[in-house]
């Protein structure tokens, strides 16, 4: 499988407010890169996304503003590109608000959300929050609600449902966006 997990934190409740995002890049059934970085979203920090994930606008005061991050990463995001998230109704509409908050055309790309695979494949856990589902599968989530974190056991997620249920019952997961 050839993927990529993709994981945002937000400032606040405004979807536009991505101040951290995350890319776990799957080459051939394996994790083979990663990308991080703290975003200056211009907007407010609420205290109560900064008592979630951690970063604080102090944090955030030197960091690119997301015009400069989707020049590194928009190569990621394409019709021939599978784009995972766990809750990607979250990821995407994080990604299609910030692109169109910037005047950002949003692109079309493939989509798959492991929570929706995990309720249909793995049924019977308590929940299917990530970590919940992290926990079932003994996967290593280290710093859950660190974007990096959150996209690696994303994409292990993932993997481990190819290796143990085929590919092909993966497929109908798979929508387009855009």
Not at 36 to 57: A, D, K, M
Not at 109 to 119: E, F
Not at 143 to 172: E, K, M, T, V, W
Request: proline residues 5%; aromatic residues 10%.
């Amino acid at each position: 499988m050839n993927f990529i997990a993709m994981d945002f934190e937000t400032a606040s409740g405004k979807r536009y407010s991505a101040c951290s995002l995350a890319l776990t890049i799957v080459r051939n059934n394996q994790i083979a890169d990663e990308f991080y970085t703290l975003i200056n979203p211009q907007t407010p920090f609420f205290w109560r996304n900064v008592q979630i994930h951690g970063i604080h606008e102090r944090d955030v005061a030197n960091a690119p503003t997301f015009p400069e991050v989707w020049e590194h990463i928009k190569g990621f995001y394409t019709p021939d590109k599978l784009v995972i998230a766990h809750n990607n109704r979250f990821d995407n509409g994080v990604l299609k608000s910030t692109l169109e908050h910037y005047g950002i055309e949003p692109p079309a790309y493939q989509t798959l959300d492991t929570v929706v695979s995990s309720r249909r494949l793995l049924p019977g856990l308590s929940n299917y929050k990530l970590n919940t589902v992290c926990a079932a599968l003994n996967i290593d989530l280290h710093h859950h609600h660190n974007a990096l974190d959150d996209a690696q056991a994303c994409a292990n997620i993932l993997l481990y449902q190819g290796q143990h249920f085929g590919s092909q019952r993966l497929r109908p997961f798979i929508k387009m966006v855009g």
